[in-house]
């Protein structure tokens, strides 16, 4: 998915911060001008951020642009970010975290849609690597069918990266509000696996087997 050709339109600059909110609205609507100036009023400075950290001029920019693919795509979230400053210099440190860690081959946080060889590690048949994608297909609808708070928040701290205080400063919630959407969350991804195991067609050990591969993918997934 792309950006909305961020760098190739003309529209009115963005000089200052308290325009964002309305420009966050209209963004969260689809808005691809309203986003447009969002980025460039941003870019430079998460630029100069992500350089600091990764070191090298080609991957800062690849962090900023992943950052705003991010949020582009789940720009129906931008209206909830009370400080979208912090909001994404969170993003970028975690994201330039990331990318340094591929460039050693170790991934400092792990999306929630684990890859099929993360699967492997808990597979070792193919019949068990199918059912395991399937369990993830499962807990990516969980999370889609979550209320719209929550599912911000657990997308902010499983995706994003961010910690409860963060999320809490930039949500402007309590950290005790955003402990209790994690634990919802957490708990309708696990009912919602555990359906899919009952519900398979599967009895005796096969099911007791379903079930510890299903633990063994959620402890990965949801704490790794």
Not at 45 to 50: D, E, G, P, W
Not at 98 to 118: D, M
Not at 190 to 198: A, F, L, N, Q
Request: charged share 25%; glycine share 4%.
């Amino acid at each position: 998915m792309k950006l909305p050709s961020l760098c190739t339109m003309n529209f009115a600059a963005l000089n200052d911060e308290h325009q964002l909110p309305l420009l966050q609205e209209q963004a969260a609507a689809g808005d691809q001008s309203a986003f447009r100036r969002i980025f460039h009023f941003f870019f430079e400075r998460l630029h100069r951020f992500a350089f600091s950290l990764v070191k090298t001029e080609e991957g800062a920019v690849e962090v900023v642009d992943d950052v705003f693919i991010k949020l582009w795509r789940n720009k129906h979230a931008l209206a909830d970010i009370r400080n979208l400053r912090i909001y994404l210099f969170a993003a970028t440190k975690n994201t330039a975290l990331n990318y340094i860690a591929r460039q050693s081959g170790v991934k400092h946080t792990e999306p929630l849609s684990v890859k099929i060889e993360g699967i492997k590690t808990f597979a070792s048949s193919p019949e068990q690597i199918l059912i395991m994608t399937e369990m993830m297909a499962k807990m990516n609808q969980a999370v889609e069918s979550l209320p719209p708070k929550c599912r911000i928040i657990f997308n902010m701290v499983r995706e994003d990266g961010l910690k409860y205080r963060e999320v809490a400063e930039i949500l402007h919630i309590s950290i005790h509000t955003v402990d209790a959407q994690m634990v919802i969350a957490v708990s309708r991804i696990r009912e919602h696996v555990k359906d899919y195991i009952e519900f398979s067609g599967r009895t005796g050990f096969q099911k007791k087997s379903l079930l510890l591969l299903g633990s063994l993918l959620l402890e990965a997934v949801l704490y790794s």
